[in-house]
């Protein structure tokens, strides 16, 4: 296997620096929690099936007068959801949070695997989702008209309390003196601070938001990139919605963050997370000079993609024991490990496999199965690099 490495210090420039949010903005009140609103809200972001694009492919291909096979794919449909159960310690203390997990929908409608990518919040908030998720059914995904498997399915499940919004003056009292200590440039003093903080046994999703805010500016004077990345996206999962009318920060500081996550994510070699937060920054309105500044990084992002070179993405698997990547490419292999790695799964969209883990293997995927993401299962602190390999 070629040890050529893309050089991502050439695809991007740290030239996006975090926005100072006013603190005037931090608002407070005071509420009183009432077993009677107390509920879990399940909110289903499932990724869908590029069935337009399998078409879309084949009639590029198609040569004239020739018949063209196009397969055909109707993805899995919600039958039956259930809500999680808010755990009763955390809705007596006001707790609130959210877990994102990726699952599986089998032959039978069956929701198989699911495992959590992320949460913030009270650890038991894990185990409802989880509970939840399982008793999930479906009317089965459909390929040439047989039951299949659909293996690109994610969720984020909120958990809210009615009655509350915004911050205690407790709160505001407490994160006005962090931020005192972030802007004289005492980090060290921050950072104990902030771990004070986060600490409190009674922190709503509004006031986790603005911790985020306060660990992704220190991650990012620190220089951790990790860090910050994972504090801008977590921003983005507690944020709310415009929909909903319960964003804790406005529009505009959410296309910042996915600007500034674009960013970081290329750094990191996460090139298909920094594409989706392009598409998302898209989306949006009146941004069209984010748009054009982040563009040129979008470009070298394909270049790269395209290139005859390989992509190494430098990786350490969480305390959870999961890694999940989604591919750019077909072919992936994986080297210099420190640790233990157990398993990998390749999630594609109506396929899967598990394998065990060997150094300097590469494994080559099917075009027929479409984006692919993978799932690594190892050793806390595990580390190893995976390999995104050209097409020789």
């Known amino acids: 296997m070629k040890k050529t490495q893309w050089n991502k210090a050439d695809i991007v420039s740290n030239v996006f620096q975090p926005t100072r949010l006013p603190l005037s903005k931090l608002a407070f009140v005071f509420a009183t929690l009432c077993a009677s609103v107390i509920s879990g809200n399940a909110l289903a972001q499932e990724l869908s099936i590029p069935c337009d694009e ?22 899995a449909m919600p039958i039956e959801r259930a809500n999680p159960r808010y755990p009763a310690q955390a809705a007596r203390k006001g707790q609130e949070g959210w877990v994102r997990m990726s699952y599986v929908v089998d032959k039978e409608g069956r929701v198989k695997d699911p495992v959590v990518d992320d949460f913030f919040g009270n650890s038991a908030f894990k185990k409802s989702a989880l509970s939840a ?25 909120d958990f809210v309390l009615g009655g509350r919004t915004g911050a205690s003056r407790k709160f505001v009292g407490a994160y006005k003196d962090a931020d005192a200590l972030f802007q004289a440039g005492d980090i060290d003093a921050a950072e104990a601070a902030l771990s004070e903080l986060k600490d409190w046994d009674t922190l709503n999703r509004y006031e986790n938001t603005w911790l985020l805010n306060l660990d992704s500016q220190i991650a990012n004077k620190l220089g951790d990139v990790e860090r910050e990345a994972q504090s801008i996206g977590r921003i983005l999962s507690s944020n709310g919605s415009k929909r909903d009318k319960n964003m804790v920060f406005d ?35 009146d941004q069209q000079t984010r748009i054009e500044e982040i563009t040129p990084i979008i470009e070298q992002i394909e270049t790269a993609i395209a290139s005859n070179q390989n992509l190494e993405v430098p990786v350490t698997i969480g305390e959870n024991g999961n890694w999940f990547h989604t591919l750019v490419r077909s072919q992936f292999a994986f080297n210099d490990i420190n640790g233990d790695l157990d398993t990998v799964e390749v999630r594609c969209e109506s396929h899967r496999e598990k394998f065990t883990v060997a150094e300097g293997h590469v494994w080559k995927i ?22 995104e390999v050209a097409q020789s």
Request: aromatic content about 8%.
């Open 54 to 75: 399998v078409e879309k492919k084949a009639l590029e291909e198609a040569k004239e007068n020739e018949v063209t096979r196009i397969t055909a794919f109707q993805p």
């Open 133 to 157: 998720v399982k008793k999930w059914k479906f009317e089965p995904a459909v390929k040439d008209g047989e039951p299949t498997q659909q293996c690109h399915q994610s969720v984020q499940m």
């Open 251 to 285: 529009e505009n500081y959410v296309a910042y963050s996915l600007q500034r996550k674009i960013i970081l994510d290329s750094q990191r070699g996460l090139f298909a997370e920094a594409l989706s937060s392009f598409s998302k920054l898209k989306e949006m309105d």
């Open 366 to 387: 099917p075009e027929s199965w479409g984006q692919c993401r993978v799932l690594v299962k190892g050793d806390d602190a595990t580390r190893f690099n995976l390999i």
